[in-house]
Structures are given as structure tokens and as C-alpha cells.
């Protein structure tokens, strides 16, 4: 079963506005990632955050982590259409030290 | 930079042909993962691995195996092909870690059997 779920499943904006994507997940966790594929392309790591972390900053990216409601938030911020693209929250669990992907939202930012 | 390089982009192979897709990582991760990747379902996690000729079975092994001779090298081995085993491949490698560490992605092998 997904570990982690994204909303929405798909998301169409205009350049410079804002994207939010949004992660629920099942279980405690040690950590959630979040990753971009490119169409036809590998997935690339974007950010980790961790348990004890409520909030993490990497350039126009902001993420934030509810462990008490199980969920996360992706903020891109002034999206270019360079940032088309899906995007994946990714956790493991602390029973185990798989990595368990959700089925990805896609963004598509219009120029 | 980390580069996990997968041996061909696009594959296409007949039912019941024994299939070989090969990854290699240049930035000595000890653990190494192979994924599945299909519409709406996410990426799949099919055999890992954390050392030299070890490997534990992922959500999807059925149909599978691996092998792991080096460090740098991960081979998926599909032992007779079948039609729903078409999908995007995604090999990925990571470092050793108490918590899990980011994935590095190959370009994937996109795989038809006809």
C-alpha cells in the first residue's frame, strides 16, 4: 500500500504564480523527501525534511511537515515553466528503511 | 555529482525472452534500488540492495531477480518476459544511512515486450 499520497494529482498555473502540493501518509516516520521527474527522466531530489523539522527553505522551495496530521506541503514559489514537471513525496518508516513514493502530482505551469 | 547511468533508454524484447537491464553508479553508494514505474500507480520498489551480493525483495519482486557482483553494478533480470512487465524502469543508488538517504535516479530504460 502507497505510503504517501500527493494533492492534487494534477496542477495548472500561470508563471509567477504560486504552486502547492500537498502529502499524506500512513505511518511515523524518520524523514520525507520530495522529488521532480522531467518527462521521460529520472526522478532528481529536491529537499529532505526531517521528523523534528516543522519547516525547511531551498531556494524557491518551502516544505513543510505536520507529523501530527501526517502530511506535507510543497510550496513552489513564482513558478517558472521550467518547473513543469510531477512531483513526489517519498518517506520510509521507522519500522523499516524502505522508501515508499507516492503516485506524484503533475504541474504544468504556463508561460 | 552523482551519476547512476542505466545501459539503454528504450528496449523492446518478444514474450518469454530472457531480459537483462543493467545500472552502474560511480559514487560508491552501498545500496541500490531498482523501481518500476506505471501510470497513476507511483514508483514500485521491485529488489534493493545494500551490499555486494545482497539484495532483499521490494513490493514486486514476482517475475524478477537480481544480482549484485560489484558494488557498482545492479542488474534486473526479468527470467521470461511477459507482456505486463512493459513499464519505465528506474534504477536509483543512495548512501548508507540510519535514516534513508536521498535516491539518485538514472534516466530509466522504458521496456516493451510485444
Known amino acids: 500500500s502507497q505510503q504517501g499520497e500527493e494533492d492534487p494529482q494534477a496542477l495548472s498555473i500561470q508563471e509567477g504564480e504560486n504552486a502547492t502540493m500537498n502529502c499524506s501518509y500512513k505511518?511515523?516516520?524518520?524523514?520525507l523527501q520530495w522529488y521532480r521527474q522531467n518527462s521521460g527522466r529520472g526522478l532528481v531530489h529536491l529537499i529532505l525534511?526531517?521528523?523534528?523539522?516543522r519547516e525547511k527553505h531551498s531556494g524557491r522551495l518551502r516544505v513543510t511537515l505536520d507529523t501530527s496530521k501526517k502530511s506535507s506541503s510543497l510550496l513552489i514559489t513564482a513558478s517558472r515553466a521550467a518547473d513543469t514537471a510531477s512531483y513526489f513525496c517519498?518517506?520510509?518508516?521507522?519500522?523499516?528503511?524502505?522508501?515508499?513514493f507516492g503516485a506524484g502530482t503533475r504541474l504544468f505551469v504556463k508561460a | 555529482d552523482v551519476k547512476v547511468t542505466q545501459s539503454s533508454r528504450y528496449l523492446v524484447k518478444r514474450t518469454g525472452e530472457k531480459v537483462f537491464l543493467e545500472c552502474v553508479q560511480d559514487?560508491?553508494?552501498?545500496?541500490m534500488f531498482w523501481y518500476r514505474q506505471d501510470p497513476g500507480l507511483g514508483l514500485r520498489l521491485i529488489y534493493f540492495?545494500?551490499?555486494?551480493?545482497?539484495?532483499e525483495k521490494g513490493d514486486i519482486p514476482e517475475g524478477y531477480s537480481v544480482s549484485r557482483e560489484k558494488k557498482e553494478r545492479f542488474s534486473l533480470i526479468l527470467e521470461s518476459a511477459s507482456t505486463n512487465q512493459t513499464s519505465m524502469y528506474l534504477c536509483?543508488?543512495?548512501?548508507?544511512?540510519?535514516?534513508?538517504?536521498?535516491?539518485?535516479f538514472g534516466d530509466g530504460t522504458r521496456l516493451s515486450i510485444l
Open positions: 536509483a543508488s543512495s548512501s548508507a544511512g540510519t535514516d534513508n538517504q536521498p535516491q539518485h
Open positions: 505511518t511515523s516516520i524518520n524523514n
Open positions: 525534511i526531517r521528523s523534528n523539522e
Open positions: 517519498a518517506t520510509d518508516w521507522t519500522g523499516g528503511f524502505k522508501t515508499i
Open positions: 559514487m560508491d553508494h552501498e545500496n
Open positions: 540492495s545494500y551490499d555486494v551480493k545482497m539484495k
